[in-house]
């Protein structure tokens, strides 16, 4: 009778120390497949954030690129608006002084 309780730990023990280190193994796979995932989610943000990074560079000096045509463009023009503004002054004052001496005849 006073073995009984022993015999039934004893057959107990193997199986709590064989489910402990199930356990244990499991645990461990499992930190190491998080470990996995966040090295490969870390690499492939990094991954992302250089592509991004590339992009916005590009499209800076795109933008610039543009901006400095779009400058000369805009000078060019008021190059020639500045020409017409002296043509159509000119233009102008000889109208006037053809009215005045139609005017005066």
Known sequence: MEFEPIMSLLIQL????????????????QAERDLNRDATLQQE??????????YL????EQNNAALG????E???IAEK???LHGVLSAHDAASRERTLIANNK
Not at 45 to 54: A, G, I, N, S, V
Not at 57 to 60: F, L
């Open 69 to 72: 045509r779009l400058a000369d």
């Open 14 to 29: 193997p199986l709590i120390g064989i489910f402990i280190w199930y356990n244990e193994r499991r645990d461990t796979r």
């Open 81 to 83: 608006v500045a020409q």
């Open 45 to 54: 943000r990094k991954d992302r954030d250089e592509e991004w990074r590339q």
């Open 74 to 76: 805009i000078k060019t």
């Open 57 to 60: 560079k590009e499209q800076r």
